[in-house]
């Protein structure tokens, strides 16, 4: 016998979570990318923090969302002139 409806489904939605956007044929942020790979790094000393990627490299570092934007922007327009930005906190 095969699998039954449950179990394929199953196996088939764990496969898409696990496969990249790459592989799915959508398109892949930049940012998000480097956050997955600085991520082991940033978790000790930024727990519970706010932070902001630009260009694939971290530019700000906040206690609060609002605190964020503010340095965030300050950085983008000091140094990386229309650049595209991906915010988050680390939990």
Same mark, same amino acid.
């Given at each position: 016998m095969g699998l039954r409806v449950g179990e394929a489904l199953r196996y088939a939605m764990e496969s898409w979570i696990s496969s990249s956007g790459k592989e799915r044929g959508l398109a892949v942020d930049p940012n998000d990318e480097a956050f997955k790979r600085m991520r082991v790094e940033l978790e000790k000393p930024y727990h519970g923090k706010h932070i902001a990627i630009a +260009? !694939?490299?971290?530019?700000?570092? &906040?206690? /609060?969302?609002?605190?964020?934007? !503010?340095?965030?922007? &300050? &950085?983008?327009? =000091? /140094?990386?002139? +229309? =650049?595209? =930005? !991906?915010?988050?906190?680390?939990?």
């Open positions: +260009n !694939g490299q971290l530019i700000a570092v &906040a206690n /609060t969302y609002d605190e964020l934007v !503010g340095r965030a922007q &300050a &950085a983008e327009d =000091s /140094t990386l002139p +229309n =650049s595209p =930005s !991906g915010s988050g906190r680390i939990r």
